[in-house]
């Protein structure tokens, strides 16, 4: 099964105008070219990357190629299960993850799928038409940590709603998922980020969860609101903290916080400025423009709350979601 040259082409003229995008503002915020002991430095602790790849009508296999490439570009050890076109089951992720130096405790784990809520779980498409229960495969990967800590990206649509699920990863492990539970992820976004990963060894960091999370918002600049959660700490409501900030100073600490946070991002000029525009603002709408940015200065003032709370409500896509996603890989393929 490949993807027909028609398809390739206009990936590859959606990522040029995901780069257009980049060019044109959403590259880093401010910052300098990185020194090359300071590279090499970085290089030595950077992350070992397992990528999780599931069947994805729209990019497939050539996204999931072109994902691998940004991590082995930036120096990471890569493994990746499945191809992002063909069918992937639990137990094959399951023997996956499960064999030796695998997992250990510097590995983020990325996942790619199409997402949805059905039934009030969270649920991956991993062929066509069935579905993998999130919990399950929370459980899956804490199992293969043997009690190591571990990164875990989450970038499929509504993958904040199973957030919850990740209590049963060993403690101290980071969660970031790329959309809340009522979203949808954003292609772009994602194209965005990992493109400024590969050119930017400052934005890829060490590619832990964390640096996921800080490209994602600064360079990406997304809309969405992703979720962060450190098993063992709690779960950080960014999105609180941020409603709570609109319209009141930040301290001289605070602002010593952040610059730490999303240095590799963004630089304290460019920091302050948003901020700035935070204590100015009546309303979260007046930070719109800047609403990513403003989410990763809010997450290292963001305390961790015990419990996660109440997810809103989403309306499942149920049975027109099994049929596109059944009859997609079909049209795009041969």
């Not at 419990?307 to 079909?330: D, I, K, M």
């Amino acid at each position: 099964m490949t993807i027909n040259y028609n398809v390739k082409s206009f990936v590859f003229k959606l990522i040029a105008l995901s780069l257009t995008a980049v060019a044109s503002g959403c590259a880093v915020k401010g910052t300098t070219v990185m020194a090359p002991k300071a590279q090499a430095d970085l290089a030595a602790q950077i992350h070992d990357i397992v990528l999780i790849s599931m069947p994805n009508a729209f990019f497939g296999k050539v996204f999931t190629d072109l994902t691998e490439g940004t991590f082995t570009s930036v120096g990471a050890k890569t493994v990746v299960i499945g191809n992002g076109s063909d069918p992937l089951s639990l137990k094959e992720i399951k023997e996956s993850l499960e064999k030796p130096d695998i997992i250990n405790d510097h590995t983020t784990i990325v996942m790619m799928a199409h997402g949805d809520i059905i039934n009030g779980k969270f649920v991956f498409y991993n062929d066509g038409y069935n579905t993998m229960d999130g919990d399950i495969f929370y459980k899956t990967v804490a199992h293969a940590a043997r009690g190591n800590p571990v990164d875990l990206v989450v970038l499929p649509c509504h993958s904040g709603s199973g957030l919850p699920s990740a209590n049963a990863l060993p403690k101290g492990s980071t969660v970031v998922t790329m959309s809340s539970a009522n979203e949808t992820t954003s292609q772009f976004d994602v194209v965005s980020m990992l493109r400024n990963m590969e050119d930017n060894p400052k934005v890829s960091g060490t590619l832990t969860a964390r640096d996921f999370y800080n490209a994602y918002t600064v360079i990406a600049e997304t809309k969405n609101t992703p979720n962060f959660r450190i098993v063992g700490e709690g779960y950080k409501d960014v999105r609180q903290t941020l409603d709570q900030h609109i319209g009141n100073p930040f301290s001289n600490n605070e602002r010593e916080q952040v610059y730490r946070s999303v240095q590799g991002v963004m630089s304290a000029k460019e920091a302050d400025k948003v901020m700035n525009e935070i204590e100015k603002a009546k309303s979260i709408k007046a930070v719109q423009d800047r609403y990513g940015s403003a989410l990763a200065i809010m997450l290292p003032l963001t305390k961790p709350q015990p419990e996660q709370p109440s997810l809103p409500p989403v309306h499942s896509t149920g049975f027109l979601a099994s049929a596109a996603h059944y009859f997609a890989p079909r049209i795009l393929t041969q």
